[in-house]
């Protein structure tokens, strides 16, 4: 299967700045990624399916001007959490492959 | 709309013995995708198994198995000789492609006491 890793596993911000994490499929030529959130004892909830060369598409509810994404190559995408707020704090979580979903290892974001 | 439904939020089983974890879900689609993912503490999520909605036989992957009812729209997992490394939170998942967007269920806790 595919082998995806997120940087940085790790980022604490303070309220009002963007912060960048990096999505990266390091063995699969990822036309399509998906970004999940997950929020303490729930489930991932889908944020957007992030297309190659192209705009993501957002779920409903999902503010595309906070949550840039951008796609530039088959490898990397990148989801901008733009003028971060505390309620934003939370587990983000990146996917893709082809016969089944490939997960990385997840960007905890801790806003103060 | 799809929805996944699992009922169970925690499950406890001694160690060596079998688990069943429900889940169910709701689509208008005949060709779709199930998986069961796996998240220990470390939140990194783990494939555990996948059924393709048009094969009738039940995947099985070593000691993990399901129970595909594809009429009664139910795919529950079993978990024979549970090990203390099965300890986890177990989501099923459902895509309308193989490569698509994943909907999740709540999750079930699974504790394994020795």
């Known amino acids: 299967g595919a082998v995806v890793s997120q940087h940085p596993s790790w980022v604490i911000c303070k309220s009002g700045t963007s912060v960048k994490i990096e999505c990266r499929s390091l063995?699969?030529?990822?036309?399509?990624m998906f970004w999940y959130r997950q929020f303490p004892k729930q489930s991932l909830m889908l944020m957007a399916t992030s297309n190659e060369g192209s705009k993501a598409t957002y779920e409903q509810g999902v503010e595309k001007d906070k949550f840039l994404i951008n796609h530039a190559s088959l490898t990397l995408s990148t989801l901008t959490v733009t003028s971060a707020h505390p309620e934003d704090s939370s587990f983000y979580i990146c996917s893709t492959g082809k016969e089944t979903q490939y997960f990385g290892p997840g960007t905890r974001l801790l806003v103060l | 709309a799809q929805t996944v439904t699992q009922s169970q939020p925690e499950m406890s089983v001694q160690e060596a013995e079998t688990v069943t974890l429900s889940c169910t879900y709701d689509t208008s689609e005949s060709d779709y995708y199930l998986f069961w993912y796996k998240q220990p503490p470390s939140r990194q999520m783990i494939l555990v198994i996948r059924q393709e909605a048009y094969k009738q036989q039940n995947a099985t992957e070593n000691r993990f198995s399901v129970n595909f009812q594809k009429a009664a729209k139910s795919f529950s997992l079993k978990i024979s000789d549970s090990q203390l490394g099965d300890a986890a939170m177990y989501f099923c998942a459902y895509s309308p492609d193989s490569w698509g967007k994943l909907q999740f269920g709540a999750g079930t806790q699974v504790v394994v006491t020795p």
């Open positions: 063995d699969f030529q990822a036309t399509t």
